[in-house]
């Protein structure tokens, strides 16, 4: 394979990992929420306001993107949010596999200077 493919599954992973950020956000308020509002409001809640945060200082075509640090900062804590919600809603296998597919990604993204 050359590096541009690779870079190129690189970029595809990350996307996958930003999405399955969204659906262990929702798992976990689904899980954990008592009653039926409160599972209904922290499972859709809480990944909206996760797309609300990364829209404006994650995304790569944002205004207010946050760079070098602060977006690392941003990843680490969106992405390990996620894989501790994973551990919160019973499934700490999704957690430990979520962080390192989560961790390999994000070492070759800055390695890359994706």
């Known amino acids: 394979m050359t590096a541009t493919v690779l870079k190129g599954t690189n ?66 804590l969106v992405f390990g949010s996620a894989t501790v919600a994973f551990f919160f809603a019973g499934s700490p296998v999704l957690g430990v596999v979520f962080g390192l597919v989560t961790a390999i990604n994000l070492s070759l993204l800055y390695a890359w200077g994706q």
Do not use: C, D, N, T
Request: charged share 10%; net charge positive; no cysteine.
């Open 11 to 76: 970029l595809a992973v990350a996307f996958f990992i930003e999405l399955v950020a969204l659906v262990a956000f929702g798992y976990w308020g689904f899980v954990v929420g008592q009653g039926i509002v409160a599972k209904i409001g922290l499972g859709i809640g809480v990944p909206l306001l996760a797309v609300v945060v990364w829209s404006i200082l994650g995304a790569p075509r944002s205004k207010h993107r946050l760079q070098g640090v602060g977006l690392l900062l941003l990843r680490l």
